[in-house]
């Protein structure tokens, strides 16, 4: 299989997750040679030899690791053990949820990734956050020695803790702010350490415990408490924070206004007039022909509970911002990736850009475009573009004179950025709507 990187930032399911893998290397968590090397014997479409290489990856780079620790090399064991932890995460993703593989490559995952935080030069907890009778997995990485900001750091329909903590939990950190990194229901270590503990729409809830968690420890500073949201959970997010006025700031990326509808407009309407039969009988026969239809199938069955593809189609219909329209308060950055503004249905272009426009919240905007890299979605091609442009945000937003006019002309810089690439993808209108933001 060789990675077919189009001008979408990828170009299908296979195609993404090689990339979304591989771009690992920059934030220290994968090696681009060996995982193009694996993906050179994987047979595309087949998940059987994906999760074969990459399992074969995991153990050997392990086995590297384990002779490092004897050699008492720890600076080459914590660098071997991430790696580890990134391929056995590859090595799960397409494994059916009742194969006793996935779960057992999730813990090696997790578990190399604990291994290796003895020799970071960071100071990482692992924490279980109590939630309603289960325990959220989580991460809390100290930005310094005293009281600090905070940010709080949830991922999307399958990203992991790990993950989350080398895409952006240890970079802020390194910036300088504390940062919480876990997984809420629905989400691969919540369900994996609590069976059945699916995705529910009011997320503000399991936020809300993580936030109690949060403002219980003396080094965190509530006035200074940040929400990100990556893919689902920018939606989750910023529902959260409308709800939530213990959040001070929230970062969606990328904002989701309304999930079902996004559904919605990528199918055809006429497969939404077909009776319940006909269409679980085609979705059954796509997912024999389309990886990335049948690994979304079969996760949301694991992850929502769904029992039918006519259940499926369904299963976003109430994750959606209607209800925080007049609280959404706080300052938020919306982050995009021009991959996305470009492939978004007109009308959820304009339905975000009205969003925007009709919350109280300041907003502030940030696009990677095609040219810059990052333009994949969540920037996962170019994961080290996101830490600089988030936390210089974070930094003015809670400076004690943020508002002043180089503030202005900078969100004003970054808007115009957004509404340009808005206008060469979706036309003048949207471009409008973003600029009414400034």
């Known amino acids: 299989m060789q990675l077919n990187y189009g001008s979408n930032g990828a170009g299908g399911g296979f195609d993404f997750e090689l990339l979304r893998g591989m771009a690992m290397a920059s934030m220290r968590g994968a090696g681009v040679g060996e995982t193009i090397a694996a993906a050179a014997r994987i047979k595309r479409n087949d998940m059987e030899s994906w999760t074969r290489e990459f399992a074969g990856l995991a153990d050997r780079v392990l086995a590297e690791a384990e002779r490092s620790l004897l050699l008492g090399d720890g600076v080459s064991a914590h660098e071997q053990l991430r790696r580890v932890s990134t391929y056995y995460r590859l090595a799960t993703f397409y494994v059916a949820p009742d194969d006793p593989r996935h779960h057992g490559y999730w813990e090696a995952s997790r578990d190399a990734y604990h291994r290796s935080l003895p020799f970071s030069q960071l100071r990482t907890e692992?924490?279980?956050?109590?939630?309603?009778?289960?325990?959220?997995?989580?991460?809390?990485?100290?930005?310094?020695?005293?009281?600090?900001?905070?940010?709080?750091?949830?991922?999307?329909?399958?990203?992991?803790?790990?993950?989350?903590?080398?895409?952006?939990?240890?970079?802020?950190?390194?910036?300088?702010?504390?940062?919480?990194?876990?997984?809420?229901?629905?989400?691969?270590?919540?369900?994996?350490?609590?069976?059945?503990?699916?995705?529910?729409?009011?997320?503000?809830?399991p936020v809300g415990a993580v936030v109690d968690?949060?403002?219980?420890?003396?080094?965190?500073?509530?006035e200074r408490l940040a929400l990100l949201g990556y893919s689902l959970g920018g939606m989750l997010a910023p529902r959260a924070a409308g709800k939530d006025q213990r959040i001070k700031a929230v970062i969606p990326n990328t904002l989701g206004v309304d999930i079902g509808a996004a559904l919605r407009m990528g199918i055809p309407p006429v497969f939404w007039k077909l009776p319940?039969?006909?269409?679980?009988?085609?979705?059954?026969?796509?997912?024999?022909?389309?990886?990335?239809?049948?690994?979304?199938?079969?996760?949301?069955?694991?992850?929502?509970?769904?029992?039918?593809?006519?259940?499926?189609?369904?299963?976003?219909?109430?994750?959606?911002?209607?209800?925080?329209?007049?609280?959404?308060?706080?300052p938020m950055l919306v982050l995009m990736s021009e991959d996305e503004i470009a492939e978004a249905p007109a009308k959820m272009a304009e339905s975000?850009?009205?969003?925007?426009?009709?919350?109280?919240?300041?907003?502030?905007?940030?696009?990677?475009?095609?040219?810059?890299?990052?333009?994949?979605?969540?920037?996962?091609?170019?994961?080290?573009?996101?830490?600089?442009?988030?936390?210089?945000?974070?930094?003015?937003?809670?400076?004690?004179?943020?508002g002043n006019a180089d503030d202005v002309a900078y969100r004003k810089a970054m808007i115009a950025k957004s509404a340009g690439l808005a206008r060469k993808h979706q036309g003048d209108h949207v471009a409008d709507m973003f600029l009414a933001l400034a």
């Open 126 to 205: 692992v924490l279980e956050i109590p939630f309603e009778g289960a325990r959220l997995p989580a991460y809390f990485t100290s930005g310094g020695v005293d009281v600090r900001q905070t940010l709080l750091v949830l991922g999307g329909f399958d990203s992991t803790a790990e993950e989350l903590m080398m895409w952006i939990g240890e970079p802020a950190a390194e910036r300088g702010w504390n940062t919480l990194v876990f997984e809420g229901p629905g989400q691969p270590g919540a369900l994996h350490l609590n069976p059945g503990l699916r995705f529910r729409p009011d997320y503000e809830v």
């Open 213 to 222: 968690y949060a403002l219980s420890r003396p080094d965190v500073d509530p």
């Open 276 to 330: 319940a039969g006909v269409i679980d009988r085609g979705y059954d026969l796509l997912t024999k022909f389309n990886e990335r239809a049948r690994w979304f199938y079969q996760h949301a069955e694991w992850t929502m509970g769904v029992k039918t593809p006519t259940d499926f189609l369904h299963m976003f219909d109430p994750y959606n911002l209607d209800g925080v329209r007049g609280t959404l308060a706080c």
């Open 352 to 402: 975000t850009a009205q969003f925007l426009l009709d919350i109280p919240a300041p907003v502030s905007s940030h696009s990677f475009s095609r040219e810059e890299a990052g333009s994949a979605h969540c920037q996962l091609d170019s994961p080290e573009r996101l830490p600089p442009v988030l936390v210089g945000w974070l930094n003015r937003v809670f400076a004690e004179d943020w």
